[in-house]
Structures are given as C-alpha cells and as structure tokens.
C-alpha cells in the first residue's frame, strides 16, 4: 500500500518484532516503505532461546541509528524450578543498560503467558526489578490483558480462537490483573511506562481517562488490537476529544512482525496513519493480515492537528527513549549472546535454530 499521501512528519514505530536474521532485508523494505524514521524493536522472553535480544542488538548492530531495541527478560532459571531469576532482574536490567538496549519489554500481562509464568506483578520476585526501573528512568513497554470478549467464549472472535486466545477459569482476570498493575504504579509512580494496545480500555473511554489522570508518567500505545479501532470509531468525537486533551500520552505503533510480508507491514502503518490523519470512513484493507480480521465495519478517523501527530508519531517515544537509540558496546554485547546461545544450547536448541550462536560469530568476525 502507498503512504505517500500522509504527511510528511517523523514516526518511529515503537512496537515491532523481531526473531528471524532472515528477516532483515524484509525489515528494511518495511522500514522504508512505512516512511519510519525509526523502529523499536521488541524482545520477549522464550522458554527455549531465553529472548530475542541477540535478534535486537544484530539490527543495532548492523544499522547503527536506526533502530530501538527493548530487550525481553531471562527466566531460565525459573523454568529450570528456581525461585528467583539468575541474573536477578535488577542485574539483567543493569546488563541492557551496559550493552546499549533503549529499554525492556514484557508480554508476561498476557493470559496465556501468565500461565507460563504464574507470578504476580505486585508479587515481591517484581517488586526490586520495578523499583529500579523507576529509579533509573529505563522504560518499560507492557502488554497486560486482552480484549474483554476474549473471556466471553460467544464473544470471542474466530482468528483469536485460533490463536488459543480464549480464556477460561483457569486464567487470571482481566480485573485481577489491572488491579495488580495499580499496585505496582502505587508504589512506583514514576515509573516510565508503555502499556501496549491501548491497555485494553479501549471500550471504556471514562475508564481510560481516569487511569491517565491517575498515572501521570503512563503512556498508551495504539498497536492494534483491531477491536479498539471499532471501539474508537464508534464514539470518534469523543474519542478525538480524549486523543487531543491527552496527545503527550500516547504513542504510535503496529505490531509489525519480522516475518511479514510488506503488504501486510504497511497495511498495518496505513491503518493507523489513516486512523489519525483523516476523518474518512474505511475498512481494514485486503492486505491486512490474519490478526486484523474482523466485521467489516467501516472505521472513522479522528483527523487529528499537526501538534499532536507529531507527538505520537515520535515525539512521546523519543522523550521515553531517547532522540535516537543508544549505542551498542559490541563487546558487551557479543558476551551476551554467547552467554544466551550456551543456555539456548542446554535447552535443545539446535545449532542451525540457535540465533544468539550465529549472531555471536558475526559480532565475532565484525569486531576482527
């Protein structure tokens, strides 16, 4: 799809993943297609592989200003019947820092993953790990819940079925887990935090107000989630209202994964772009992935001013992250994806799947 006719404002992407060296060269057409000026890559924590930091620091690495890399958590040692994470939290926080990542992001707020890792945010394995996030201003991106129909088995739609997204009593509540995240925000105020998808408030306009107003360092991110682009277009006054009186508090991002295809990237961009720049009734194109299925309603846009593009589309994030991503310290760097492909290795992984091992003898060779 052609984004050529949306303005000519900077936007970083601050929601994309990335797991697959295969992917770059498509990673880079998508980076030029959706016109970003940026990209923030996303890792999160896998049983077998640890994360996809070593995924992250490669594109760093390989293209220096041009991407943000949050890094993803190691719970090896949770998996392996440990009670606590080695390194501590604290510590694998303080090693992102030293190789160069912009920040951390967690899917542990997801139901499915919760179930994985069955601790609970206000539980005290977090509680250090949040506080020194706060301490230090390191900013956190953080997917907690999902949409309110996925616990509704008549409601919940078909593609997210398929996905296991359905959620029975044997998952947390939507409400228990909001209401562990507002103990952490209690006792961390200023935490610099991005909570993807919008939270999940989108049906609820009042609730999402007074969750801002509350929480004044909070940030909202507008991946989709498809469902809260109909929740928005059904209220777009009110919802321009919110979108203007709160434009320093939301942050533009896709959900972009590194193995789509272009068509599919940019569908993604164009949904958002046309969303805020334009008050048109449209549908989700054609070229839209399986994720962003859904009724074909038309959508409305809010047809925001300049001022507040220009926030969300890089503004907010970059006061989050930085004007431009950190600097890699390679060597630091290269010691961590070895230290990731040997736990990777004792996992089961095998070599020709073991990307931090690859990784780790690029950066090897690089450095030569």
Known sequence: MDLS????????????????????????KIKDACRFTGINLLSIYDRA?????????????RHPGSFYAFGGLDYSAIFSGQRRAEPSLCKQVDAMIDIGLDGVKM?????????VIPIAFNDDFYRDYFAHLESLGFPLLFHVNDPVEFWDPLKTPSWAKEQGWFYD???PTKEQLYSEVENVL?????????????????ADLER?????????????????????YYDFSAKSDEWRRFFIRYQDRIVYGTDIGGGQSIAEATSRAWIV?????TDDEFTTPKESDNLLGGPEIPFRGLELPNAALEKI???????????????????KALAECRRISEIAARNGVRPEDNGAAQIASILTTSRR
């Open 49 to 61: 592989k640890v994360n996809q930091n070593p995924e992250c620091i490669y594109m760093k690495a």
């Open 186 to 202: 209690d006792r961390c105020p200023d935490l610099k935090v991005i909570f993807a998808h919008f939270y999940f408030v989108s």
């Open 107 to 115: 899917v542990e707020g997801k139901p499915t993953e919760r179930k």
């Open 208 to 228: 999402a107000s007074d969750f801002l107003d509350r929480h004044k360092r909070v940030c909202l991110d507008l991946t989709p989630g498809i469902e809260m």
């Open 273 to 277: 772009r046309k969303f805020l720049e």
């Open 313 to 331: 589309y890089a503004g907010n994030f970059e006061r989050l992250a930085g004007p431009r991503p950190r600097g890699l310290d390679l060597a």
């Open 5 to 28: 006719s949306f303005k000519d404002i900077p936007v970083v992407d601050a929601h994309v993943h990335f797991w697959d060296l295969k992917a770059e060269v498509e990673m880079m």
């Open 169 to 171: 009593a044997t998952y």
